[in-house]
């Protein structure tokens, strides 16, 4: 269980202050797939920034599990916490191997003193993992991973992020770079790690489609603040056009 409580923020952009988050307050239980949809500068980067730890909110707590979080640094965070980015360069090292990136991905929140070695145990495990996807390329693991597609980049990203222990996996705009299939192929995987792990999801997205055929929540942001809230069962009903009049 994943509580945010009255967690604002507000940035200084020269003398004006904007306000990104006005007293948000959250409770996201294992098992949800929590879409959140919402304008431009509706606040909706900054709510997974502030839960993330990328940047720290001005009043609130943050608590996963009855931990409080609040006040930990964003790596000090991902035991709790996994990310994958709108860039899918982002998540990932260029100049390493896909096995290596794995390898750094294992390591994530544990201690970096304690080694995890690239013995043929992990390489299998690893090959296993990335047939999940379904492109070939658990039998290219010693490419240089800035050599990959963004959308093979992306599917490796969202596979690694699974790689440690975590309980939320924040997604912002996971798909806005990528074609139709590759896209397709992020939410299916989205939804297998759902079923198979014991963890909830938060993704923001632009597209309307993915609303309806994805996850089991919707959330929606405007001007800081989440002005719709819709459980699994009120967002079955939905329709396409009905979510395009939210932004009316
Ligand atoms: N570092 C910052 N400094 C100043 N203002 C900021 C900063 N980050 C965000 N803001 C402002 O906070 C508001 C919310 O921004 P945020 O990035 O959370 O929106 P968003 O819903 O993610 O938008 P988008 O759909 O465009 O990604 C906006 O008005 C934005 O300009
Ligand atoms: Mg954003």
């Not at 007293?23 to 294992?30: C, F």
């Not at 943050?62 to 982002?90: G, Y």
């Not at 929140?109 to 090959?127: A, E, P, Y």
């Not at 912002?172 to 397709?184: G, M």
């Amino acid at each position: 269980m994943i509580e945010i409580f009255h967690i604002s923020k507000k940035f200084f952009d020269g003398e004006k202050p904007v306000i990104a988050l006005h007293p948000t307050s959250l409770r996201i239980k294992e098992k949800e797939f929590v879409i959140i949809v919402g304008a431009n500068g509706s606040g909706k980067s900054t709510l997974l920034n502030v839960i993330a730890g990328t940047i720290l909110c001005d009043e609130g707590k943050i608590a996963v599990d009855s931990n409080d979080i609040t006040a930990l640094k964003e790596h000090e965070r991902s035991r709790f916490i996994a990310r994958v980015f709108q860039n899918p360069q982002s998540g990932t090292a260029s100049d390493l191997t896909i096995i290596e990136n794995f390898r750094l991905a294992a390591l994530r929140s544990h201690s970096k003193i304690l080694r995890i070695g690239i013995d043929k145990k992990f390489v299998d495990s690893i090959r296993e993992r990335v047939s999940w996807l379904g492109l070939g390329l658990e039998d290219q693991l010693n490419r240089k991973m800035g050599a990959l597609s963004g959308g093979q980049r992306q599917a490796l990203t969202v596979v690694m992020s699974t790689m440690d222990d975590f309980k939320l996996l924040l997604m912002d705009e996971p798909t806005a770079a990528l074609d139709p299939k590759s896209a397709e192929l992020i939410m299916k995987l989205t939804s297998r790690i759902l079923n198979q792990m014991p963890v909830a999801i938060l993704m923001v997205t632009h597209q309307t489609k993915q609303v309806l055929d994805y996850g089991n929540r919707i959330i929606q942001m405007a001007s800081g603040q989440i002005i719709r809230d819709l459980d699994s069962t009120s967002k079955e009903k939905l329709t396409l056009n009905e979510i395009i009049h939210w932004f009316d």
